[in-house]
């Protein structure tokens, strides 16, 4: 991947490196704005991350996970829009971190990166933080129980929520 730096150059990144924003961002440049495509992507990406996570994750990582939600809790209550979002992510960048596949870890980075400017203004939106902790506590339940069809149903709530907030933010 090369990343390309304003004023700078281009520079071909590690293979580890993780995706610099700025690369993402002038690739979908023209995409960034549109929310029915930026949700239809995230739906599909995050929801193949998540259900490949299931299978892979062990005990500590779910205890991992389970932390940084304690943090999102801690946080919510007097933490601004982007200090939450930031936690939000490092939740899905490790969700994608131990989907099992290198594939997917990047698209899940691509994925954040294309919604951050769309989740800062989800976030502001009054109950988005509580649904964003109870619909990723939702998901880590049922990520540990291991059952398909519960995973499946709390990954179409999480995202049925989502599209609640997105309709919010279009009709305002």
């Known amino acids: 991947m090369i990343s390309i730096r304003a004023g700078e150059g281009s520079f071909v990144n590690k293979q580890e490196m993780p995706i ?19 949700y239809a992507a995230r739906k599909l990406i995050e929801s193949e991350v998540y259900l490949s996570a299931a299978r892979y994750a062990s ?44 594939i997917y870890a990047k698209l899940m980075q691509t ?7 769309t989740s800062l203004k989800l976030l502001a939106v009054p109950g988005a933080q509580e649904s ?12 540990k129980s291991g059952h398909a069809t ?9 995202f049925t929520d989502a599209q609640r907030f997105y309709d919010a933010l279009i009709l305002n």
């Open 20 to 38: 610099p924003s700025e690369t993402i961002l002038w690739l979908f440049h023209n995409e960034l704005h549109n929310l029915k495509e930026v």
């Open 59 to 102: 005990p500590a990582q779910f205890e991992h996970l389970q932390q940084l939600i304690g943090q999102l809790k801690a946080d919510q209550p007097d933490g601004s829009p982007a200090s939450f979002l930031d936690v939000l992510d490092a939740f899905d960048l490790f969700m994608g971190d131990i989907c099992g596949n290198a």
């Open 111 to 117: 994925m954040i990166h294309l919604r951050r400017e």
């Open 132 to 143: 964003s902790i109870r619909s990723r506590s939702a998901l880590l339940k049922a990520l």
């Open 150 to 158: 519960e995973i499946s149903s709390s990954i179409d709530e999480l």
